[in-house]
């Protein structure tokens, strides 16, 4: 077990080492350290859960960096002008590593310690390196349950790892070969992934390691639900390939077919996550109904202000007044089964505020213009 992966060398997390120290010499000369509390590396390298590609008996990194600089409590000017430069980060390191280095929206030590219970936050609080500045930097983040994940974050996993899998049937028509399969096999891994992960979350035993989770995974092996959904062994393998990725030598034909049969079972774990229902298909009445509940339930003046402001900002087309008041993810979610599950009978004209719009390639070119900007 290494520092920043449950397989790699002591020579892989030198290279890392050195990735890492590099990374944070630059933002250290493009940011004061006076103004800085913490650089932290999240994600599964953070967790000391990354995952090691071993070729022709070299490993490679597989995940990505997953940065977070937390700012000391300046101003909004200050931050704002921190947060134009950091892109640079990216856009340096990135080709240099072949691996997407990825530095998080700019954050004040007040606003981690009023940062809601999202998945964001409680994985980073409880699994992180520290690769610069407060050693104490974990004490300011706000007391988040082990187990007890707002259900919401399921179904925001879901339509992230949804639009992956939506992403793959582009894939699948400009076929190529080295591209493509790389593409389609890390997605449907992350939709399987993700399925167990709501799962757990429904259940309220969800953990912020993947390690713990894949044993409490085990443990509900014979669960009733889980025995229903069926998730139990796509779940596994994908948690495998989490751990030890590989590049499978598989044909097209036998991409489509798993691909084919993981969008089955998770428009089934979809329908179960959303309706409490067995079913699979998704059952739209119900689901809008829920929707429509989630995005219009206890919502103060000051959020339907912001939500206004976000719907307007971007839009390229008047938005229905039913909708404007409302989170643009609601859109998402609501035009989501059209391109995913196919379901036609979604007026996804008037949920994307494109009456004129007659191709689904312009529809779809909103959608994942939309989720881009709020996911």
């Given at each position: 077990?290494?520092?920043?992966?449950?397989?790699?060398?002591?020579?892989?997390?030198?290279?890392?080492?050195?990735?890492?120290?590099?990374?944070?010499?630059?933002?250290?000369?493009?940011?004061?350290?006076?103004?800085?509390?913490?650089?932290?590396?999240?994600?599964?390298?953070?967790?000391?859960?990354?995952?090691?590609?071993?070729?022709?008996?070299?490993?490679?990194?597989?995940?990505?960096?997953?940065?977070?600089v937390?700012?000391?409590?300046?101003?909004y000017?200050?931050?704002?002008?921190?947060?134009?430069?950091?892109?640079?980060?990216?856009?340096?390191?990135?080709?240099?590593?072949?691996?997407?280095?990825?530095?998080?929206?700019?954050?004040?030590?007040?606003?981690?310690?009023?940062?809601?219970?999202?998945?964001?936050?409680?994985?980073?609080?409880?699994?992180?390196?520290?690769?610069?500045?407060?050693?104490?930097?974990?004490?300011?983040?706000?007391?988040?349950?082990?187990?007890?994940?707002?259900?919401?974050?399921?179904?925001?996993?879901?339509?992230?790892?949804?639009?992956?899998?939506?992403?793959?049937?582009?894939?699948?028509?400009?076929?190529?070969?080295?591209?493509?399969?790389?593409?389609?096999?890390?997605?449907?891994?992350?939709?399987?992934?993700?399925?167990?992960?709501?799962f757990?979350?429904?259940?309220?035993?969800?953990?912020?390691?993947?390690?713990?989770?894949?044993?409490?995974?085990?443990?509900?092996?014979?669960?009733?639900?889980?025995?229903?959904?069926?998730?139990?062994?796509?779940?596994k393998?994908?948690?495998?390939?989490?751990?030890?990725?590989?590049?499978?030598?598989?044909?097209?034909?036998?991409?489509?077919?798993?691909?084919?049969?993981?969008?089955?079972?998770?428009?089934?774990?979809?329908?179960?996550?959303?309706?409490?229902?067995?079913?699979q298909?998704?059952?739209?009445?119900?689901?809008?109904?829920?929707?429509?509940?989630?995005?219009t339930?206890?919502?103060?003046?000051?959020?339907?202000?912001?939500?206004?402001?976000?719907?307007?900002?971007f839009?390229?087309?008047?938005?229905?007044?039913?909708?404007?008041?409302?989170?643009?993810?609601?859109?998402?979610?609501?035009?989501?089964?059209?391109?995913?599950?196919?379901?036609?009978?979604?007026?996804?004209?008037?949920?994307?505020?494109?009456?004129?719009?007659?191709?689904?390639?312009?529809l779809?070119?909103?959608?994942?213009?939309?989720?881009?900007?709020?996911?």
């Amino acid at each position: 077990m290494g520092k920043y992966t449950l397989t790699g060398s002591q020579e892989f997390d030198n290279l890392i080492d050195r990735q890492l120290m590099l990374v944070t010499e630059e933002i250290l000369n493009l940011i004061p350290q006076k103004d800085i509390a913490a650089i932290l590396l999240g994600g599964g390298y953070g967790r000391g859960e990354g995952g090691v590609l071993i070729e022709n008996d070299k490993e490679y990194l597989y995940n990505d960096y997953d940065l977070f600089v937390i700012l000391k409590n300046i101003s909004y000017l200050k931050k704002k002008k921190y947060q134009n430069k950091i892109h640079l980060i990216h856009e340096k390191f990135t080709p240099l590593f072949k691996i997407d280095v990825d530095v998080g929206p700019l954050q004040t030590v007040n606003a981690i310690s009023n940062a809601p219970h999202w998945m964001m936050w409680y994985e980073l609080k409880n699994g992180y390196k520290l690769l610069w500045g407060n050693k104490s930097i974990k004490s300011y983040f706000p007391d988040y349950s082990h187990e007890k994940m707002p259900i919401m974050e399921a179904y925001r996993l879901l339509l992230n790892r949804g639009v992956g899998l939506l992403l793959c049937k582009q894939h699948f028509e400009t076929y190529e070969e080295t591209e493509s399969q790389e593409f389609i096999l890390r997605n449907i891994r992350k939709a399987q992934l993700a399925m167990g992960d709501a799962f757990l979350i429904k259940k309220e035993r969800f953990h912020y390691s993947y390690k713990r989770r894949d044993e409490i995974f085990s443990e509900l092996k014979q669960d009733e639900d889980m025995l229903t959904l069926g998730i139990y062994d796509y779940y596994k393998i994908a948690y495998q390939f989490k751990e030890r990725p590989h590049k499978p030598n598989l044909s097209k034909e036998q991409y489509l077919t798993e691909y084919q049969n993981t969008l089955q079972i998770y428009e089934a774990l979809y329908c179960w996550i959303f309706t409490n229902k067995f079913s699979q298909e998704l059952n739209l009445s119900d689901y809008q109904m829920i929707i429509d509940d989630i995005f219009t339930k206890d919502v103060n003046l000051k959020a339907k202000i912001k939500n206004i402001y976000k719907n307007v900002r971007f839009a390229k087309n008047k938005i229905d007044n039913s909708m404007i008041i409302k989170h643009p993810r609601y859109r998402l979610f609501m035009t989501l089964p059209y391109f995913l599950f196919n379901k036609q009978e979604i007026s996804c004209q008037k949920l994307l505020s494109c009456n004129n719009c007659t191709d689904n390639d312009d529809l779809l070119k909103i959608f994942l213009d939309l989720w881009e900007k709020n996911n």
